[in-house]
C-alpha cells in the first residue's frame, strides 16, 4: 500500500535514529569525562555508591593527614626532650663531682652551682617554649587534668592515655586487695629489756646497699634505732621500736616497698648475742627477708605492682598511680576515686570522628618544678637556696632527684616514640591501604572503562550512519507514488 500522509518507515527511522544518536552522545561524554556515570540518570544505585566511597575517600585522606601532623607534633616534642636530657646527664655529673667537697675548693663548689642554676634555667626555657604552630607542647598544657584526687590515698597521679567525651569527664576507681608490704627484720638482745648481753656486730644490708655496726655490751634499743636511722640513706634499712609478743623488738624494715624490698640483718662473729625474728644462738646467724607486691585493681582491670607504684594500660586508659604508704600497704581492702576531667593531646586519626578513632597522648611538663616527686622532692630544689643546693651537702638526695627526673624524661620520650611508632604510623600504613581500596572500588563503579565504550563509540558511529542512510530511503519512498500519476 502506498500512502504519503503518513509516512510509517520514516517515522520509525527516526525512533531508532534518535536513539542511535544517544547512545554516540552518551559514549562520546564518557570518554570525554572518563566518568561511565555523569548523572543520576546514568546510575542511580551507582552514583549511590560512589558518591557514599567518594566521602569514605575524603575521610580516609583527611585521617590520613591527622595522622601525618600528629607525627610531626611529636617530633617536635621529642626533639626539645633529647636536649632537656642531655641538660640533665650534664647536671648528674655536676652534682657527682660536687659531692667530693675535700677535692674542691668554695669557688669551684660556686661554679658548679652557677652552672646548675643556668642548667636549670634552660630547661625551663625549653619547657616554655617548645611549640608547634603557637600550640606549647612541654608546658604541661597537653596534661590530662584531674579532680578528687585524695593525697592521703595517691601522691602522685600520671594519666599517660584517656578517652574521654567532649565536654564529660571519665571516673577511675583504684582499689587495693592486698596491700603490698615491706621487708621487715625484727631483733632483741640478750639481756633485761632487750638490751644487747655482749658486744655485738650487725651487718646490715639493704636495697642500697650494707654497713657493719658495731655495738658495745649493753647498747639500749633505742641507741640501736639511732645508729641504724643515721645510715639509711646508705643503707635504705631503717630501724624503729615495735611490740611483739608483749616484748619491745628493734624493727629493721625496708624504706621500700614489695619485691624490690630487702632487708638483711646478720650477726657478725661468734661473741654476739641476739634473738633475729625469734632465733637466739651465740653462733653467726641471720635473717633476710623480701617485701611483696600487692594486688591493685583500676576500673575492674588488675593493675602492674611494683611496691606502692601501680600502672594500667588499656585501650580507654594509662595510668600510673603512686600509692600512699597507709593506703597501698594496707592489710584491708581500701578503694578510692578521681575524675580525670580533660586535657592531654587529642588526634583524631580515623575516618570517622569518634571516640573510636580519638587516640590520646598525655604529655606532662617538663619543667624543674614538674620534675621528681613529692617523696624525693623536684629538680628546682638544686638551684641556689634550694633544699638540695650544693650548700646543703644533701647530694644523694639531689642525685635521686636528677636520677628520678631522667628517668621520667626518658619514660616520657619511650611514650611518644612508641605512639609515633605502633599507633601513628600504623594507622597510616592501615589507611593508605584502605584509600587504594577504597579508590579502586570507586572506580569501578564511576569511571569509564575506555575499551569497552571505544568499541559502543564505533558500534553507534556505524549505527548512526547506517539509520541516516534509512532515514534517508524512508523520506524518498513516497516520491514513487508520483509514477501512478504520469
Known amino acids: 500500500m502506498s500512502r504519503i500522509v503518513t509516512n510509517v518507515q520514516s ?118 617554649t617548645a611549640q608547634f604552630n603557637g600550640t606549647k607542647l612541654l608546658g604541661g598544657g597537653f596534661d590530662f587534668t584531674t579532680s578528687g584526687v585524695v593525697g592521703a590515698d595517691l601522691t602522685d597521679v600520671r594519666v599517660n592515655a584517656a578517652k574521654i567525651p567532649e565536654g564529660a569527664s571519665r571516673s577511675v576507681n583504684v582499689e587495693v586487695v592486698t596491700g603490698s608490704t615491706f621487708a621487715g627484720v625484727s631483733a632483741v638482745g640478750g639481756g633485761a629489756g632487750g638490751i644487747l648481753s655482749a658486744a655485738t656486730s650487725l651487718e646490715i644490708r639493704g636495697k642500697l646497699g650494707s654497713e657493719i655496726f658495731s655495738f658495745a655490751s649493753g647498747t639500749t634499743q633505742a641507741d640501736i634505732v639511732t645508729a641504724i636511722n643515721s645510715s639509711t640513706q646508705l643503707t635504705g634499712v631503717s630501724a624503729s621500736v615495735v611490740d611483739v609478743g608483749g616484748t619491745d623488738h628493734v624493727l629493721f624494715s625496708s624504706t621500700l616497698y614489695g619485691s624490690d624490698a630487702i632487708v638483711s640483718v646478720q650477726v657478725v662473729g661468734a661473741n654476739g648475742r641476739i634473738a633475729i625474728d625469734g632465733t637466739d644462738t651465740a653462733t653467726d646467724h641471720s635473717s633476710t627477708k623480701t617485701g611483696t607486691d600487692g594486688t591493685v585493681i583500676v576500673n575492674g582491670t588488675q593493675a602492674n605492682v611494683n611496691g606502692l607504684k601501680a600502672s594500667v594500660q588499656t585501650g580507654s586508659l594509662a595510668v600510673e598511680l603512686t600509692l600512699d604508704a597507709a593506703f597501698g600497704g594496707s592489710t584491708t581492702p581500701v578503694s578510692t576515686t578521681f575524675d580525670i576531667v580533660g586535657g592531654g593531646a587529642r588526634f583524631n586519626i580515623a575516618p570517622e570522628v569518634s571516640l ?57 620520650r619511650g611514650r611518644i616514640g612508641g605512639f609515633q611508632r605502633n599507633t601513628l604510623a600504623t594507622a597510616v600504613n592501615s589507611l593508605m591501604i584502605a584509600l587504594e581500596n577504597t579508590a579502586a572500588a570507586e572506580a569501578a563503579i564511576r569511571e569509564t572503562d575506555f575499551a569497552e565504550t571505544t568499541s559502543a563509540l564505533t558500534r553507534a558511529q556505524i549505527l548512526v550512519a547506517t539509520s541516516t542512510s534509512t532515514l534517508q530511503l524512508a523520506n524518498a519512498q513516497p516520491q514513487t507514488v508520483l509514477s501512478l500519476l504520469q
Do not use: W
Not at 626533639?79 to 652534682?95: F, I, K, S, T, Y
Open 356 to 412: 573510636v578513632g580519638m587516640e590520646t597522648i598525655g604529655i606532662q611538663s617538663v619543667s624543674t618544678a614538674s620534675l621528681g616527686s613529692n617523696a624525693d622532692g623536684f629538680l628546682s630544689t638544686l638551684a641556689s637556696g634550694g633544699g638540695n643546693d650544693i650548700k646543703s651537702r644533701n647530694f644523694a638526695a639531689a642525685q635521686r632527684v636528677v636520677s628520678q627526673a631522667q628517668d621520667q624524661v626518658s619514660a616520657l
Open 11 to 128: 517515522l520509525v527511522a527516526q525512533r531508532v535514529l534518535g536513539s542511535q544518536n544517544k547512545a554516540l552522545n552518551q559514549a562520546l561524554t564518557r570518554l570525554s569525562t572518563g566518568l561511565r556515570i555523569n548523572s543520576g540518570a546514568d546510575d542511580p544505585a551507582g552514583l549511590i555508591a560512589s558518591e557514599s566511597l567518594r566521602s569514605e575517600k575524603v575521610a580516609i585522606g583527611a585521617a590520613i593527614d591527622n595522622a601525618r601532623r600528629a607525627d610531626n607534633v611529636l617530633a617536635v616534642a621529642e626533639g626539645a626532650l633529647v636536649e632537656v636530657n642531655r641538660l640533665l646527664l650534664e647536671l648528674e655529673d655536676l652534682v657527682d663531682r660536687s659531692a667530693s667537697t675535700a677535692g674542691l675548693s668554695d669557688a669551684e663548689l660556686e661554679a658548679n652551682q652557677a652552672q646548675i642554676n643556668a642548667i636549670l634555667q634552660s630547661i625551663d626555657r625549653i619547657a616554655n
